[in-house]
T-cell receptor, first 112, second 116 residues
Framework: DAKTTQPPSMDCAEGRAANLPCNHS???????VYWYRQIHSQGPQYIIH???NNETNEMASLIITEDRKSSTLILPHATLRDTAVYYC?????????????FGAGTTVTVRA | GAGVSQTPSNKVTEKGKYVELRCDPI?????LYWYRQSLGQGPEFLIY????????DSGLPNDRFFAVRPEGSVSTLKIQRTERGDSAVYLC??????????????FGPGTRLTVL
């Protein structure tokens, strides 16, 4: 039973913002939203996580709706190196459930 | 600093053979995870270690799969009597001690196992 739903693929233009949606309509109050990405032939890489407030770091911004049923990962200025599979994952705050449950993710292709 | 390393990067074996895959976690990370990734799919959890003990091995597909971490650092995933369906990329990750979520997992580059 998938906890998150993401579009299978999307394209974006180099230098433009990439907005990656994720639905998590069954999220509970004690669960974070995490984002990881996986560049071809590499292991997954942590990007960002949040609970209910918007978050920003050097890689991306995470916007979580007020009802927490969906979120958007924003890559502000996409580069060719951002081409990857992006995974949205829901994970408990107090973690007895430490494993990351990856879905199929969104394959993002950044085009010059 | 050094990240998670995995050896070998590629392993080709024949059906029925035994293989060992090694993971060197980030120094000081007490939590270690193994995942398996089949082509076109996201990684799937196999087993989790906290220190030397396997805290959760519920993801291991059957008793041909076994993993150890005898000194709480390096871990070895062992697969007996390999089958063609075992072909996948085996990923290792490590993190600081489990507890409050927010501790990101750092992944190695994986070992690509091909069973002929």
């Amino acid at each position: 039973d998938a906890k998150t739903t993401q579009p299978p693929s999307m394209d974006c233009a180099e230098g433009r913002a990439a907005n990656l949606p994720c639905n998590h309509s069954t999220i509970s109050g004690n669960e974070y939203v995490y984002w990881y990405r996986q560049i071809h032939s590499q292991g997954p890489q942590y990007i960002i996580h949040g609970l209910k407030n918007n978050e920003t770091n050097e890689m991306a911004s995470l916007i979580i709706t007020e009802d927490r049923k969906s979120s958007t990962l924003i890559l502000p200025h996409a580069t060719l190196r951002d081409t990857a599979v992006y995974y949205c994952i829901v994970r408990p705050i107090i973690s007895n459930d430490y494993k990351l449950s990856f879905g199929a993710g969104t394959t993002v292709t950044v085009r010059a | 600093g050094a990240g998670v390393s995995q050896t070998p990067s590629n392993k080709v074996t024949e059906k029925g053979k035994y293989v060992e895959l090694r993971c060197d976690p980030i120094s000081g990370h007490t939590a270690l995870y193994w995942y398996r990734q089949s082509l076109g799919q996201g990684p799937e959890f196999l087993i989790y270690f906290q220190g030397t003990g396997a805290a959760d091995d519920s993801g291991l597909p059957n008793d041909r799969f076994f993993a150890v971490r005898p000194e709480g650092s390096v871990s070895t995933l062992k697969i007996q009597r390999t089958e063609r369906g075992d072909s996948a990329v085996y990923l290792c990750a490590s993190s600081t001690p489990m507890g409050l979520a927010g501790n990101e997992q750092f992944f190695g580059p994986g070992t690509r196992l091909t069973v002929l």
